[in-house]
């Protein structure tokens, strides 16, 4: 029977039925149980099991349409892509596999946590081609993201953390919707479906056996417009004192318009430590005027732990002590729409509000970036009223900073139906790697229109953090930005593995930042600083 001869031979035995991976090929005996000549997949499946990629269970069949899970479609890929097995945590036949793909970023911890929780569960569609295109193109991805998102029709059910891999996979076209062109992120995949995917790939990028990492596919744009001189850093609080908006400019308590350039934190539930008097006093040397805390609310941000707040505020009398201004940002992003706890937004923006009052240097940033399916007028536009009488009244007139749909990109819609408020501003953020000259003129569309714009975050990488470093594409933003005076934060002041951090993985800024901390972004950033 088929695959009992592989079962003993790869050993990897359980009760019961095992699906058997092979790391070596050679087809001896033709057929399963349940794949039939006539069926969609049965090339494919022939061909992936011919080639050793996958196998079938003990008893003969393939199940083509169970669902496959983690740890059956994580192993095949990095079997496929000849990775070694690493010490695991957990017992788990394909823990040691496993633990490979998750040091090699392929996906993060939560995903599928290495003690084993999610392994036997099935696999998520968008985790799943995640997965694939780390495994086999890499960071650096490139598309467009309007082409990308309108083949598909539930693209608001995609979460923002796939967005980059998934777009990337339908302009290669690994993946095309259902009938309905729908691509059912939070769905799962069939065996034959996962097969299928796995062979596109592989024909895809030419390489279905053990080979190493594919080169990124950076994308390289002629760019011949001459350097502009930087506009000049503006100084800190004892310069500008309590800043103001008047008309579009961010101005300074004189009304001399200010260009603020600083950093943002990574999720302060992650990287406390970048909040020190050291770390910040670090940053402002470099010549950074400002500075953003970026307090999650969701994956084990403020909501789960409410003391993240205390770091924040630490970070906050550190930011002033150190003469930065500094951004109190209520960081949402895995859940879109910033209504869903307006209460607790509310509460907390009280409470900042009335302990900083006083304080000169404070700016409110009340929804990081709104996304998936929320509107401006029906969501955001009545958050941030709400939000800002409740600052209002206690602090009448701290800047306040306002995002708008698809992660504070849509700043047209903004613009359509203003805020009736005294200084505010509108958010507008980019990646280098996924967005380019539509965004650039959408922002000159809006200032143009009389819209204040503030950058409070963006980064060399693309829009996951990491790809990259996009350089020729971040030159065009930062000239842009100087040319039109854009106060900005970069993502992120931390030392995370991934481009968009500004630190090498494991600097210790706390006697200052000397140059061999500094990741390529940090260069590019800190020295436009200067
Ligand atoms: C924003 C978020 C920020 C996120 C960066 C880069 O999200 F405000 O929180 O940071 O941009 O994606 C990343 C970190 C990773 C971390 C991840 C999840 O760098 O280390 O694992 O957050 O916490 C954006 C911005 C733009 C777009 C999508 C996202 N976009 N997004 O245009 O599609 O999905 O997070």
């Known amino acids: 029977m088929r695959g009992i001869k592989r079962l003993i031979k790869t050993a990897l035995v359980a009760a019961g039925c095992v699906l058997v991976f092979l790391s070596c090929a050679g087809a001896e005996e033709k057929g399963f149980s349940d794949v039939k000549g006539s069926d969609w997949y049965y090339d494919t499946v022939m061909e992936m099991s011919d080639k050793g990629v996958l196998s079938g269970y003990s008893d003969g069949s393939f199940r083509p349409d169970a669902n496959i899970t983690a740890a059956e479609y994580i192993s095949v890929l990095c079997r496929l892509k000849g990775l070694s097995p690493t010490q695991a945590q957990s017992g788990h036949w394909a823990a040691p596999l496993l633990q490979t793909a998750l040091d090699k970023g392929w996906y993060d911890y939560d995903e599928n946590p290495p003690t084993g929780e999610k392994f036997d569960l099935p696999i998520e569609r968008q985790l799943a081609v995640k997965i694939l295109i780390k495994a086999f193109a890499g960071d650096g991805l490139s598309y467009d993201y309007n082409t990308e998102s309108a083949k598909i029709k539930d693209f608001d059910m995609l979460s923002g953390r796939y967005y980059d891999t998934v777009l990337f996979a339908y302009k290669d ?18 065996r034959a479906e996962a097969c299928t995917l796995i062979k596109k790939a ?18 390289v744009t002629p760019y011949d417009k001459p350097a502009q001189t930087p506009a000049p850093i503006s100084g800190g609080i004892s310069r500008n004192g309590a800043l103001k908006v008047i008309g579009t400019s961010l101005c300074g308590e004189d009304g001399t318009p200010v260009v603020l350039k600083g950093i943002s934190t990574h999720g302060l539930q992650w990287f406390p430590n970048f909040t020190s008097k050291e770390y910040i006093k670090a940053a402002a040397d470099r010549g ?6 970026a307090m999650y609310t969701e994956e084990g941000g403020y909501i789960q732990s409410p003391s993240v707040k205390n770091t924040l505020v630490s970070g906050v009398d550190n930011a002033l002590a150190c003469d930065m201004y500094a951004i109190i940002d209520w960081h949402i992003l895995s859940d879109g729409n910033p209504m869903t706890h307006i209460n607790e937004a509310k509460d907390f923006f009280a409470e900042m509000a009335e302990k900083y009052k006083d304080a000169k240097g404070v ?77 650039r003129d959408r922002i000159k569309t809006a200032v143009g229109s009389g819209l204040p714009v ?19 594409e971040t030159k065009k933003w930062l000239d842009f930005m100087n040319e039109n005076g854009l106060s900005r934060c970069s993502w992120s002041y931390c030392d995370k593995n991934e481009s968009s951090a500004l630190l090498m993985s494991g600097s210790d800024p706390s006697d200052g930042l000397s140059d061999s901390e500094l990741s390529a972004a940090g260069k590019i950033v800190f020295d436009d600083m200067q």
């Open 173 to 190: 076209g690994l993946v095309e919707g259902d009938s309905d062109g729908r691509f059912r992120p939070a769905g799962y995949l069939t």
């Open 202 to 219: 592989c024909d895809k990028y030419n390489s279905d056996t053990g080979d190493t990492e594919t080169a990124p596919m950076t994308p």
């Open 288 to 293: 950074a005027n400002v500075i953003r805390f």
């Open 363 to 439: 700016i409110y940033e009340i929804c990081n970036e709104p996304n998936g399916s929320v509107s401006w007028s029906e969501d955001i536009k009545p958050y941030a009223e709400e939000i800002i009488s409740v600052i209002r009244a206690y602090d009448g007139d701290g800047v306040i900073l306002v995002g708008s749909p698809t992660w504070s990109q849509d700043i047209d819609k903004a613009a359509a139906d203003r805020i009736a408020a005294e200084n505010i501003m509108y958010t507008c953020h980019f990646y280098a790697g996924t967005h380019t000259d539509w965004l």
């Open 454 to 472: 503030f950058i409070s975050e963006w980064g060399v990488s693309d829009a996951s953090g990491s790809g990259g470093v996009f350089e020729e």
